[in-house]
């Protein structure tokens, strides 16, 4: 086969108003140039934009409409051969051949294929007109503005195949990595029969050549390799080559095929997924095609092999594409890598049967449609081993279990499910369900460590102290389940970045038959980090980032920006350790999907990954640090609660998470506790068992804490000896408290009037504020907020359900002498979750005052929100707590927190930076 390539210059014609279909656009000589593969916005052919977007990324060369493209093409010698017109990623097209109508296609994720053989001449004028207004449906995150935008242009290959008259088409290759063996289909085109000699190779050796006789139309036959023959898996991506010489009767060749493959059996097993008959767990990654410098998602394998390659760094083995559909390159750098690829229909709504209100059958269609032209041009990648039907969809169960059938009749490659999380309160899973992905099985039974307001309950990590023992077995597949319904009728529920009312059929609690993978766990939101700015050199920009800079600075509070980003960052990043651990941690589980690993810098901007929006790391964690809780292999300290009193006396489980590719034995586990100076505890334990994949409880470690006068931080670390396996925990040790009174000189009051009184006379007051409400404080929240707060506002306000918190975690300023007996980080760690919960955040906004512990809240509302702050005032100086720290019972750190607060009340160190009349002290504390 021969490609003619048409990448490079390209006559070109803007067409905003639509006219040129009715104009005849396509007998006119085009004025301006364009070099394809492009889109309007990578050419900048249109006027640059000043609108600014803040729920997401801007395109200044946003266009919508018709662009038309024209060349001449010469074909040489067209005798015998026939002719393929090839876009590979674009949008709605059109295609004229020297002024005469071919046809359109409106495939949003496959390639536009045009048979222009009837029009085949020596020179020939190709005229394409391209539409990114006429979809058949919304098109999920192939056209959003949140993602990869609704550009306009042709970003792929680009060009005509010129065959013979007798060739081959619709190649599709089955593996069977038992058999060591791949099932072939082609169909015969221009010939009665033929000859086909098929060999297979690598860049090691080469396998025996078969010989086989095609018939016209479809042929099927299978190609044996030998014992030898490597099969693929994310342990080793061994890929093959595949060569097909057709010959006619005579033995002449006629064409020749070359495509990649690899032996691979990807199943469903019971409750686990199975690669080449072993047990393996998907470490998943969401994605929605964000690639900020084109606006569009890379076509070249280099491209591919960047992001991936730098996911699978942070232990990613799985990718679920959010309503879309990754070009062929993505594929290819998943063979090589490794990764296991889930596209997914561009669709995100309801499924109805004929006869429904609403109904539309011609878009329904076209998404069936889709999923077949999916499965025909990417279904040969190995890496290419589930799809999904749509996200969040609601609707008729009935017809989402046919289309299943459909597809698993069609093409048996690759394992289905109906949808990513699809009627969210009240799933289901239907006979033709491969696999399940979703968050719960009903209202209570969770499988996710976190949750937005207007979908509460919350999850574990939201609403618990924090721990590692927490897992979801019972919840996915409990001992018994109730017998009662679950909810039913209408009910609103988010719907993209809005709501929507569904009908909701009552349903009995399930116990699934099938693999459970936990949909978009994380979602855990952190502060901008504004020297990101600068890197958006490409078509999109950040004017969303530059109005939440400009409101940080309104507010006073751009000199603190850095800090907020990095103490949230490392907050954030402690949730997603806390999230992974519990999926790893729980047997029923047979992979989770993170949202994400990188921003979504869309839906109101939801800066929530450990990556920035270019895969770039953001400085909060190492690749190193996060494969500890996120690999093949993880080891797991299962503890209760992280604060401990001194000479207390424990037992820590410890499990292990092992989903390597050999069987692992005879290991040594050590376990450390320890700070920057000293060893304290040293256990060491034989574990002689053989494991193959799986969750095994390995032993546990009977631990007395070491004695301290003083609360101390201490490291923990489990480590498998000599395999270089390890994981690393925190803990926080108190002493007993006295009761005694160490107040000293200092009044404790809870009332404004008392404090006032005090301050008057030039007395030291701490402040526990009595009575704080919504109007001048936040409610105190440990968790960080959920995806991000514009988006969650909003749809809490439109379904009449609580609003978010929003806040993200604390910036303590841990050096100062306050805390001189209370070690703490700079941000949130577990031995403030106790402080915290029983806390308000003041609203500072206006005040110099600077606290010592801020509540970072998000860049919607950009308040200084204070925990814990000091000032002179009257003649006395404050110190105030929002956390009344004696009410707290039954907590080390709070008592802990007091003592250090009163200690240095008392000091010559307390000597407050800011000054705030007693004026305003009232209008603060209201």
């Not at 701490?766 to 404080?777: A, G, R, T």
């Amino acid at each position: 086969m021969k490609k003619i390539d048409l990448k490079g210059k390209w006559n070109f014609c803007l067409d905003a108003e639509k006219k040129g279909l009715t104009e005849n656009y396509f007998k006119k000589d085009f004025d301006d140039e364009i070099i394809l593969p492009a889109t309007v916005s990578t050419a900048k052919k249109t006027k640059p934009s000043d609108e600014i977007n803040t729920g997401y990324l801007t395109d200044p060369y946003y266009f919508e409409g018709f662009t038309w493209y024209s060349r001449a093409v010469d074909l040489r010698n067209t005798e015998d051969k026939e002719y393929f017109l090839v876009l590979e990623r674009t949008r709605v097209s059109h295609l004229w051949v020297d002024d005469v109508y071919v046809g359109s296609n409106n495939s949003l994720c496959a390639s536009h294929r045009y048979y222009i053989t009837p029009y085949a001449k020596k020179k020939i004028k190709l005229t394409v007109m391209v539409d990114n207004t006429s979809y058949p449906v919304k098109g999920g995150h192939m056209t959003s503005p949140d993602t990869q935008t609704n550009w306009n242009g042709i970003t792929g290959g680009i060009y005509i195949e010129e065959l013979y008259k007798t060739y081959l088409s619709g190649i599709k290759l089955y593996p069977d990595a038992q058999k060591k063996a791949v099932k072939i289909k082609a169909a015969l085109n221009g010939a009665e029969k033929c000859a086909l000699s098929v060999f297979a190779f690598d860049g090691d050796s080469e396998f025996k050549k078969s010989e086989y006789f095609l018939l016209k139309g479809e042929n099927d036959f299978t190609y044996f390799l030998d014992d030898s023959a490597q099969c693929w898996s994310e342990y080793n991506p061994h890929l093959y080559s595949l060569k097909l010489t057709l010959k006619n009767e005579n033995g002449v060749m006629l064409d020749e095929y070359e495509l990649s493959f690899g032996l691979r059996d990807f199943k469903a097993a019971g409750k686990y997924f199975e690669i080449n008959g072993k047990r393996t767990f998907l470490r998943g990654k969401h994605d929605g095609l964000v690639f900020p410098l084109t606006g569009h998602a890379p076509t070249d394998v280099d491209s591919w092999l960047k992001v991936l390659g730098k996911a699978k760094e942070y232990g990613i083995n799985h990718y679920r594409f959010h309503t879309c559909c990754p070009p062929d390159a993505a594929f290819t750098a998943a063979d090589m890598l490794g990764i296991y690829m889930e596209p997914e229909l561009p669709f995100w709504g309801t499924v109805t049967e004929e006869g429904e209100e609403n109904h539309d059958e011609k878009a329904q269609q076209y998404l069936i449609d889709e999923g077949f032209r999916i499965l025909d041009e990417f279904g040969n990648h190995p890496s290419f081993v589930m799809m999904s039907l749509g996200n969040e969809l609601w609707g008729s169960r009935e017809r989402l279990n046919t289309i299943l059938g459909l597809y698993r009749n069609y093409d048996p490659r690759h394992l289905y499910t109906q949808g990513s999380n699809n009627f969210q309160f009240v799933p289901c899973i239907l006979d033709n369900d491969d696999f399940f992905c979703g968050v719960r099985f009903s209202r209570d039974r969770l499988f996710r460590g976190s949750y937005a307001m207007c979908d509460a309950p919350q999850g574990h990590i939201q609403t618990a102290a924090p721990n590692s023992n927490h897992n979801y077995d019972n919840f996915i597949r409990p001992s018994n389940v109730s017998d009662g319904e679950t909810e039913s009728g209408d009910i609103t529920i988010q719907y993209g970045t809005g709501t929507k009312t569904v009908k909701a059929d009552a349903l009995q609690e399930i116990i699934p038959n099938v693999p459970v993978v936990s949909h978009e766990i994380g979602q855990y939101a952190m502060f901008p980090d504004f020297s990101e700015i600068e890197k958006y050199t490409g078509v999109l920009k950040a004017r969303n980032f530059e109005v939440f800079r400009k409101t940080m600075a309104e507010k006073g509070l751009l000199h603190l920006a850095d800090r907020f980003f990095k103490a949230s960052g490392r907050f954030a990043a402690d949730c997603y350790k806390a999230e992974i651990e519990t999926a790893l941690r729980s047997n029923e589980l047979a992979g989770f999907q993170i949202l994400d690993l990188q921003d979504f810098p869309g839906q109101g901007t939801a800066l929530v990954g450990i990556l920035n929006a270019f895969m770039e790391n953001k400085g909060v964690i190492s690749a190193e640090e996060w494969r500890e809780f996120c690999s093949e292999t993880v080891l797991l300290a299962e503890f209760s609660r992280f604060i401990f009193k001194t000479g207390e006396e424990i037992s820590v489980p410890v499990k292990l998470a092992y989903f390597g590719e050999n069987k692992f034995s005879n290991s040594q586990v050590q376990f450390k506790i320890f700070d920057e100076k000293e060893i304290y505890v040293c256990d060491e334990k034989k574990i002689s068992c053989e494991y193959a994949s799986g969750v095994y409880a390995l032993t546990d470690f009977k631990v007395k804490i070491p004695e301290f006068s003083m609360p101390k931080k201490l490291f923990v670390e489990v480590n498998i000896l000599n395999f270089g396996i390890k994981n690393n925990y925190n803990i926080w040790i108190y002493p007993e408290i006295s009761e005694k009174e160490i107040y000293s000189e200092v009044t404790v009051a809870r009332d404004l009037k008392t404090a006032l009184n005090a301050l008057e006379k030039g007395g030291n007051v701490l402040l526990y504020p009595e009575n704080l409400n919504d109007k001048n404080s936040i409610e105190g929240t440990y968790c960080t907020d959920f995806w991000c707060y514009p988006m969650f506002r909003t749809i809490s306000e439109s379904m009449g359900k609580p609003v978010p918190i929003g806040t993200h975690g604390l910036l303590v300023e841990n050096n100062h002498p306050i805390f001189s007996t209370f070690p703490s980080e700079e941000y949130s760690t577990p031995q403030w979750y106790d402080i915290v919960s029983n806390s308000r955040a003041l609203i500072l906004d206006g005040s110099k005052i600077e606290p010592l512990v801020f509540d970072i809240d998000n860049f919607e509302r950009s308040h200084k929100l204070g925990i814990i702050f000091e000032a002179r005032a009257g003649k006395g100086k404050l110190l105030v707590c929002t956390c009344d720290l004696q009410s707290v019972k039954d907590s080390l750190p709070a008592k802990w927190l007091e003592r250090s607060i009163i200690e240095y009340m008392n000091s010559d160190e307390f000597c407050p930076k800011y000054e705030a009349s007693l004026n305003e002290l009232a209008e603060i504390l209201g």
